[in-house]
Each structure stands twice: as structure tokens, then as C-alpha cells.
């Protein structure tokens, strides 16, 4: 069974600092995929940024950063110098190698809602 | 810009109406779509997965007969709430994935703008 937990139902974070959002996970498949995505209270979901569980490297993205430790199945996002737009719950989300057979369908973790304070 | 689309934005209505939501898929080819659920501060919650041409699967606990699901073509799924009641009250939201289950490994899912369903 797959399985994501964010452990962090709401952060707050100082503007122009940095926050980090916790995501742990799950799995028995050899290949996955993980996920953060952003939901400003308009309620759109956007994709931050990816990592590959076979990359070799941490991604990033902009401001963005994702500090994956493959031995502790942890996949936390980094967002540097927070601005008040940053303001909106994150979800942490995976993809197995199994889940192509259903079309790539995702499960998500329980949200981080961040607030970033003036 | 936005890849898929979903409408309408909001629908506000009276009890035992059954209303349809949209999500196409623009500028490609959706085979599967996928229907959510989201509560107020909660996380979103897999309804079922919408196939192209066959019918969809749904996840356990959720009335197939209740939320029914159409994807006649390749860019367009609907999710039809019959008899709506208050309690189906809820925020849906779709998502698409370019090239389904063989796109890229690090395509993410698109997703919608979302539908705020108020059942009075």
C-alpha cells in the first residue's frame, strides 16, 4: 500500500525567510514518482516541482526545492525567501509504478497550510 | 496557461437536482481523467478514474450510481451528481495527465479550476 503524511497541519513563516514543509511516504514499488502542489484559497491546484525516485539529484525549481532522502522516504519541500503569496496549503503527492497501470493516478498527503507573515 | 478546464466554477441548488460538472482536456488528449473531492481544510479525496470509452473506476466507498461519471471522448469527462443532496455539498476538482499512463514519468497531473457544489 502506498502512503503519503504531512505532519504539519499549518506552518507559519516570516517573509523573505525560508520554510521548509515536511512530507514523508510509503511504498513497495521500485519506481515512483513524488509531487508538491500549491492551493491558494481560490482553490486551483499548482504543480511545484518534481522528483524522480531514480534522480540523482535534488530538484529545483525557482524558490522552490525539494530535499529528498531516498533512505528516509522523505520528500520535504524548501521554499527560500517566502513571500506573502506563498500564503496557501501544500500537498505532497505520489505517483508508484503500479499507478501507470491506472492511468498514473496520484495520492496525496493531508496538506500544510502556510501562512506568511509581513 | 490552464491545460484542462472545468465548468462550472460554481453551482448553487436546491435539493434533488442532479447537476453535470465538465473537465476538457485542451490542447491534448486526456484517455483517463480523474474526479476528486475536497473538504474544507482537507485533502483531496480520489472519486474514481475516468476512462475514454469504457467505464469508470471508482474507489471504495463512493455510489457509482450517485456520481456518475461519462468520458465520451478524448477530451471531455463529466461527473453528473444525481439527486444532489446537502450533504454532497463539496469543492470537485479534475485532473488530466498528458499522455495518461505513458507520458513522461515527471508529467504532473493538471488539474481544473474546480467546481464549489452548494446542495440548499
Redesign the interface.
Given at each position: 500500500a502506498q502512503k503519503i503524511t504531512q505532519t504539519q497541519p499549518g506552518m507559519f513563516v516570516q517573509e523573505k525567510e525560508a520554510v521548509t514543509l515536511d512530507c514523508t511516504y510509503d511504498t513497495s514499488d521500485p519506481s515512483y514518482g513524488l509531487f508538491w502542489y500549491k492551493q491558494p484559497s481560490s482553490g486551483e491546484m499548482i504543480f511545484l516541482i518534481y522528483q524522480g525516485s531514480y534522480d540523482q539529484q535534488n530538484a529545483t525549481e525557482g524558490r522552490y526545492s525539494l530535499n529528498f532522502q531516498k533512505a528516509r522516504k522523505s520528500a520535504n519541500l524548501v521554499i527560500s525567501a517566502s513571500q506573502l503569496g506563498d500564503s496557501a496549503m501544500y500537498f505532497c503527492a505520489m505517483r508508484g509504478q503500479y499507478n501507470y497501470n491506472q492511468g498514473g493516478k496520484l495520492i496525496f498527503g493531508q496538506g500544510t497550510e502556510l501562512s506568511v507573515k509581513p | 496557461g490552464a491545460v484542462v478546464s472545468q465548468h462550472p466554477s460554481r453551482v448553487i441548488c436546491k435539493s434533488g437536482t442532479s447537476v453535470k460538472i465538465e473537465c476538457r482536456s485542451l490542447d491534448f488528449q486526456a484517455?483517463?481523467m480523474?474526479w476528486y473531492r475536497q473538504f474544507p481544510?482537507?485533502?483531496?479525496m480520489?472519486m474514481a478514474?475516468s476512462?475514454e470509452g469504457s467505464k469508470a473506476?471508482y474507489e471504495q466507498g463512493v455510489e457509482k450510481d450517485k456520481f456518475l461519471i461519462n468520458h465520451a471522448s478524448l477530451t471531455l469527462s463529466t461527473l453528473t451528481v444525481t439527486s444532489a443532496h446537502p450533504e454532497d455539498s463539496s469543492?470537485y476538482?479534475c485532473?488530466a495527465?498528458i499522455g495518461?499512463?505513458?507520458?513522461l514519468?515527471?508529467q504532473?497531473?493538471?488539474?481544473?479550476?474546480?467546481t464549489?457544489l452548494s446542495i440548499l
Open positions: - | 484517455t483517463t480523474f481544510k482537507q485533502s483531496l480520489l478514474t476512462n473506476t469543492f476538482i485532473s495527465r495518461g499512463a505513458f507520458g514519468r515527471n504532473p497531473q493538471h488539474f481544473g479550476d474546480g464549489r
